[in-house]
């Protein structure tokens, strides 16, 4: 990885994969996106808060869980990423691994912002915590908290890897990145009417 100043968050992560251009937006031309008047934005956060507050004891023994850390704040110099995890799990097995709520319903499908997600904070998990990280936790709060897994492969974290790299090209060079393929995510952008 180039050598840089620049650490980016998880959620900087999660706008570049919803679009590419939401990165040059909110870092090259320093305009914020107001997330906080999105209703699943807000939404999520009052989700977090409350999973922060109940069953603090409760470890997920279907998953073989033998001990949970809950809102952890976790970074990586050597990656330039930092973010907050909502659980890490200690498995029996030895490894560890994520665990994300998501205020959604599962739709027969792992999206790509939840998989880097994971895999993201995997990695980070492993480099902070010395312990083999090969899987993830998805868990769904509008589909009954249902727990979905999802297992990392060696080229997941270097796609990983990349898309860092790719976020902090556009924000150390002012790279103007291509649109995102799905036009469909644009009819709800906050940026669509500066967007050409």
Same mark, same amino acid.
């Not at 031309?29 to 989700?47: A, N, S, Y």
């Not at 109940?54 to 330039?80: G, Q, W």
């Given at each position: 990885? &180039?050598?840089? #100043?620049?650490?980016?968050?998880?959620?900087? $992560?999660?706008?570049?994969?919803?679009?590419?251009?939401?990165?040059?937006?909110?870092?090259?031309?320093?305009?914020?996106?107001?997330?906080?008047?999105?209703?699943?934005?807000?939404?999520?956060?009052?989700?977090?808060?409350?999973?922060?507050?109940?069953?603090? &004891? !409760?470890?997920?023994?279907?998953?073989?869980?033998?001990?949970?850390? *809950?809102? $952890?704040?976790?970074?990586?110099?050597?990656?330039?990423?930092? @973010?907050?995890? #909502?659980?890490?799990? =200690? =498995?029996?097995?030895?490894?560890?691994?994520? =665990? &994300?709520?998501? !205020?959604?319903? !599962?739709?027969?499908?792992?999206?790509?912002?939840?998989?880097?997600?994971?895999?993201?904070? @995997?990695?980070? /998990?492993?480099?902070?915590?010395?312990? &083999?990280?090969?899987?993830?936790?998805? %868990?769904?709060?509008?589909?009954?908290?249902?727990?979905?897994?999802?297992?990392?492969?060696?080229? #997941?974290?270097?796609?990983?890897?990349? /898309?860092?790299?790719?976020?902090?090209?556009?924000?150390?060079? @002012?790279? !103007?990145?291509?649109?995102?393929?799905?036009? *469909?995510?644009?009819?709800? %952008?906050?940026?669509?009417?500066?967007?050409?």
């Amino acid at each position: 990885m &180039e050598d840089t #100043d620049t650490i980016i968050t998880i959620s900087d $992560v999660l706008e570049y994969l919803f679009c590419p251009r939401f990165t040059y937006f909110m870092y090259c031309l320093d305009i914020p996106q107001h997330e906080e008047t999105r209703f699943k934005v807000l939404k999520g956060r009052d989700v977090h808060e409350t999973r922060r507050m109940t069953n603090a &004891e !409760y470890v997920r023994k279907k998953l073989n869980c033998i001990k949970k850390e *809950r809102s $952890v704040f976790i970074a990586s110099k050597k990656n330039h990423i930092k @973010g907050i995890v #909502d659980e890490v799990l =200690l =498995l029996e097995d030895g490894t560890a691994a994520p =665990l &994300e709520y998501k !205020y959604a319903e !599962y739709k027969d499908k792992i999206f790509k912002t939840y998989k880097y997600q994971l895999v993201l904070h @995997g990695m980070m /998990i492993r480099e902070n915590y010395d312990m &083999e990280v090969n899987r993830g936790y998805i %868990c769904y709060i509008r589909s009954n908290n249902q727990v979905k897994q999802v297992d990392f492969k060696p080229s #997941d974290f270097q796609k990983g890897i990349e /898309i860092i790299e790719s976020i902090i090209n556009i924000i150390n060079k @002012g790279v !103007y990145p291509k649109t995102t393929r799905n036009l *469909r995510k644009c009819v709800d %952008c906050c940026y669509r009417n500066i967007c050409v």
